[in-house]
């Protein structure tokens, strides 16, 4: 019986049916749905720093990453509950973000993780291997990839 789903996000399209997906299974089981932004680096990548300047949010790249990944998380609260699930919390970490992925669902007993196959990744995670598929490889519990 699955109790608790995370659903990691970075605010993709990928990520975004991840949540689709992952809020349908929490309704249908009456799971909690805990969803996660994992903040991997201080940089704004280039869709960010477009976003940050075009809502005028002041501060440095660090306070910019912060308010546009807890908008995010609080998007895909919204977004999940309106598939259905209605037990929902959400989170912001630094870290990185595979292993904090599977940290955090240790931590949080997640019996399944859910997330998307592609990402705002560069260039270089799609040549080593992607966060999904890292996740895949290190997670104990079951992994639902989102295409």
């Given at each position: 019986m699955i109790k608790k789903l995370l659903v990691a996000v970075d605010g993709s399209e990928h990520s975004m049916k991840a949540v689709d997906y992952a809020a349908s299974i929490a309704a249908a089981m009456k799971a909690k749905l805990s969803i996660l932004f994992v903040l991997k680096t201080h940089e704004l990548p280039k869709?960010?720093?477009?976003?940050a300047k075009f809502e005028h949010i002041p501060g440095?790249?660090?306070a910019v990453l912060k308010r546009i990944s807890g908008d995010l998380v609080e998007d895909a609260k919204d977004r999940a509950a309106k598939q259905g699930a209605t037990d929902i919390d959400g989170k912001v970490v630094d870290g990185p973000v595979a292993r904090t992925i599977i940290a955090e669902a240790k931590k949080q007993n997640a019996?399944?993780?859910v997330i998307g196959s592609r990402g705002m990744g560069n260039i270089e995670a799609t040549l080593r291997g992607g966060v999904s598929h890292r996740?895949?490889?290190l997670a104990k519990?079951?992994?639902?990839t989102v295409r």
């Open positions: 869709g960010m720093d477009a976003y440095g790249n660090e019996d399944v993780i996740v895949e490889l519990c079951p992994v639902f």
